[in-house]
């Protein structure tokens, strides 16, 4: 076989820079949870210097901000000895309340990851993998992955997007926020319009009791409820606003979800569907967002699917047009997509 020996070496070169990562992700979740990364932010430091700020070892903290430098994620002054952050760094890395926290992602996958030997068994027997099974960092994580973009656009960006929606809210409206998780997207909604009323609903029952707590941290509350339901069950109707925020593609009965998002609507009601950026081609996702939905997606959102009754698998790169047919079948009349991230796609349906 006459291999083409510069292929070979970019395909090698390739593959180091994702063993790279995929070691550099330990590391990072390391810098989150010890808070090495917002202690850097104070100032360039060498080992010696963030381990006074920190506590830790100076001979762990060498090795770690080697490799944070070798990946980029870090700067280093030679001359000085010192490590740094620019401004960027510093923005995407060392504030977990800010509108971008990249650790939160590689939180997520280290607690994917640990289902690794179920999904193995999975691939060969078919059978599904609840998200409810998985590690406490999968639910912690996908918090702190996608609260930041809920930060930066929920409010000052999609509602705006749909339809008559922000004046309902201003006055007083009635919202439930299925697949709430851990109840970032519904304490947003409930501290931004007081008059308001949030009925948040989540299958997991963990993800509940975390919500509770969070909301009451939040001083909402009084104004938010949660109960421990499916979305193809939850209570409630005559709501004005529901909302699925990167949920809806894990489910197994996504239609049954819809047709009963539609029964609990208003007439004039409108459901606000927040689902992972992708187009309606696999060529199309097959770029660096693509890839690492389509990773997280074999981990956790087609075996959460075949988990459950319905049927579907949609997967975390579904489509438009698979997400669209999803609420034709249900019954709704108007589908538009209002708004875009490069992490998000959010769509208006309407009965």
Not at 58 to 69: K, S
Not at 85 to 114: C, H, I, R, S, W
Not at 182 to 206: K, Q
Request: glycine share 12%.
């Amino acid at each position: 076989m006459a291999l083409d020996q510069d292929k070979l070496m970019d395909f090698v070169f390739r593959f180091a820079g994702d063993l790279g990562a995929t070691m550099a992700a330990g590391n990072v979740v390391v810098g989150h949870r010890l808070g090495l990364y917002r202690a850097l932010a104070d100032g360039p430091a060498t080992a010696d210097e963030l381990a006074d700020r920190t506590g830790c070892h100076p001979r762990y903290l060498a090795e770690w901000l080697r490799g944070q430098a070798a990946g980029g994620y870090l700067t280093y002054d030679a001359d000085a000895g010192r490590f740094a952050m620019t401004e960027e760094q510093e923005f995407a890395l060392a504030n977990p309340d800010g509108p971008v926290y990249l650790p939160g992602a590689f939180v997520l996958a280290l607690g994917a990851l640990k289902a690794e030997p179920r999904i193995t068994e999975a691939f060969r027997s078919g059978a599904g993998v609840g998200w409810n099974t998985h590690d406490d960092d999968v639910f912690d994580g996908c918090e702190l992955f996608f609260r930041p973009g809920y930060v930066a656009n929920l409010v000052g960006s999609w509602l705006p997007a749909l339809d008559g929606v922000v004046g309902k809210l201003t006055a007083g409206a009635r919202i439930a926020d299925v697949g709430c998780g851990l109840g970032a997207s519904s304490v947003l909604m409930a501290a931004e319009y007081p008059r308001s009323t949030v009925a948040a609903s989540d299958y997991h029952a963990g993800s509940i009791e975390q919500a509770r707590k969070r909301a009451a941290d939040a001083g909402v509350a009084g104004r938010v409820s949660f109960e421990v339901a499916a979305a193809q069950s939850f209570t409630g109707t005559g709501f004005d606003l529901v909302t699925t925020f990167d949920c809806l593609h894990d489910m197994g009965d996504p239609v049954g979800a819809a047709r009963h998002v539609r029964e609990a609507l208003e007439p004039d009601g409108t459901w606000m569907i927040v689902e992972p950026a992708a187009t309606d081609t696999v060529e199309g996702n097959l770029n660096p967002v693509g890839r690492v939905y389509y990773s997280f997606s074999s981990f956790l959102c087609v075996p959460n699917g075949l988990s459950q009754p319905g049927g579907y698998s949609l997967g975390a790169q579904a489509g438009e047009a698979a997400i669209a047919a999803v609420t034709r079948d249900a019954g709704f009349t108007r589908f538009r997509r209002v708004a875009e991230t490069p992490f998000n796609n959010v769509f208006e349906a309407r009965p």
